[in-house]
DNA sequence: CATGAATGAGGGTTCATTCAT
DNA sequence: GATGAATGAACCCTCATTCAT
């Protein structure tokens, strides 16, 4: 797709853009640091974006193309419903705990308050995932394996809030803590909670 | 408490920062767009409080005074460990209807990622919320209301989780619909999960 | 004299002062500053003063009044030339041991490059001083104590360019050595080179 | 040596801060001030110095290497020691002379009051000449020209102390009359009193 | 006599961005 | 591609001073 299309530096400066906000938010994210963190001048970023708000919406397809492949690695298994929602999961945490940063980038929607396209954009991800998930509790209930009495939405809306929410108390803590048997913790819950 | 003891033009202030933030992030509360709202000059702002962390600081302690008390009023009550539940959601759902911008400020907790004590002050506002969700539903649990095969920590995990997921997406949407409902399903959503 | 009839308030502010500019130069005598020391309001201190420049314009004839009050002391004895020198010398060195502040406000006259009056002023007190060492000097001619073959003038000249130096260097030293045996070297010398 | 390589800009900069501290001291070295005075926009003197602080250390390294040029040419010379102090006095008054400005720069050591490095600064300075001046007289007490009596250290001393209190005199003055012929008096008084 | 509240002017500094080279 | 230099706009904050109470 012409979206991941990416030039080296343009990747370059993509990660060194993550990296900045993971450390400080998007108050860390100026020219001069990205600069500095590339190791070109500021003009030279310019090259490469129009302005920082193109920037930030490539950033945030970067990270859209790799969630969206990650997604799509296990939907296109022959995993059962569970353990999907179980791969969906672990993957999604393993991916934060490789690269913390992310989280900030995608899970601190405030950051982009005041531009309603990225806004839309980040929203967009979460969409994207959520659909996944909720294709997989609609399987669930097909083959009887998720309880039924509650709709599938409803399902995918309690699993997508405990997973950001875990995440963002991560981040909180000043990602202090491993994430990942935060995660066992939370399937577990699933699963009890979901079993029909 | 006295550090809730604040002058009427505190108060002032406080609410404008609040509707700043509200209206286009942390980036829009700046002395300038404050002094404006509130009808002053910047000078001013200064007699009142001594830095923006400082304002800060005061707006969430001003947030949180008013969180905790109408947490205490539903706790107090004599109603059941569900019905308890159903107010507090209801309540907080309320509040936030009435007055979308504090969205922006408790639930945005990457606005403050570059300073320390502000992100630990959200989160110690939204770990107090915490509390009385868990005192509710092992109060259920105990009633035998709420199944018991769960820990109550972290089925108040999954409540949190799902509303704050809920009001943020209210808030990425940009209020653009009624919250309560939202609310309402979600309770349904609870008391059928929850049910033992 | 009239100039020196200072209220107790008054004699507290210019005090104040005298201590904030000995800390830190008059970038520290701000009113803020002023008024926390004194212990009243800003506004308050304009009843006593009409502003800053006339604040400082009382805090020299204040030092001025005091220091020729030491003067007159001195030049009124009955000791001999030399034994004069000597005691306003010790006497003067004394006085900014016991009140190092009041070297700052003295004898940095860059402090008030920006008030031609305030300038005047310091450099007057200076002129005052010089008057009574050249008095001194020229009756020490006169009675033969003190060489013959270099006018008063420039030998007073001496003295002083000496002084000054060597309370300056105490100042810049951050007043980290007795000052006294520094003017008792100096003494030596001067009586060493002025011997006829 | 590498730290006085000044770009022309950054000489440029340097000299506007020294005749804007020149004409009214340091409160007339705003950045507004010396932004104007260069011809260029206030943020664009932030690319050559990285805040004031720096910019006034540059600006006494600057000062500082022309004084020690100064001071090495004539110190290099094959000059009897007389005639070195003589060249000594001459050629710094001359230099004062030429740029009064920087007679505020280097004697208002009050100007740095509040900054413990700016100030040691200053007083290196001072400590530097002093030593040239120590040199001389220490050759000259050994050739015989200078009387022995009194230790060369302390003569320094004098010295110094005589020429600051003359340059300051002609500060206060407002740089009204010529500073050289008070140089020569000072010699003369110097070499009569220094004859053994 | 004193204060709380306010202000115009100005402080140093950083920002995203542009342009000539 | 890349850079050094520059800039308008804006940032937070402090200053001496005033005024109603």
Request: glycine fraction near 6%.
């Amino acid at each position: 797709m012409a979206e991941t299309d990416f030039s080296d530096r343009q990747v370059q400066i993509i990660n060194a853009a993550i990296k900045l906000i993971g450390e400080g938010g998007i108050q860390l994210l100026t020219t001069k640091n990205l600069a500095r963190e590339v190791g070109v001048s500021e003009p030279a970023l310019y090259r490469h974006f129009s302005n920082k708000v193109d920037l930030l919406r490539q950033v945030l397809t970067y990270l859209r193309s790799r969630i969206v492949q990650r997604l799509n690695e296990v939907a296109g298994s022959d995993l059962s419903p569970s353990e999907k929602l179980r791969e969906l999961v672990i993957r999604q945490f393993t991916a934060f705990s490789n690269r913390p940063e992310v989280v900030v980038v995608l899970l601190s929607e405030g950051l982009y308050q005041n531009n309603n396209e990225l806004s839309a954009f980040v929203f967009s991800i979460m969409q994207v995932s959520s659909s996944y998930y909720l294709k997989v509790i609609k399987d669930g209930q097909k083959t009887g394996e998720f309880r039924n009495d509650v709709t599938a939405e409803r399902i995918t809306f309690m699993i997508m809030g405990s997973m950001r929410f875990c995440v963002i108390q991560w981040h909180l803590s000043g990602f202090s803590y491993k994430l990942l048997p935060k995660g066992e913790e939370l399937l577990d819950t699933f699963f009890t909670l979901l079993k029909s």
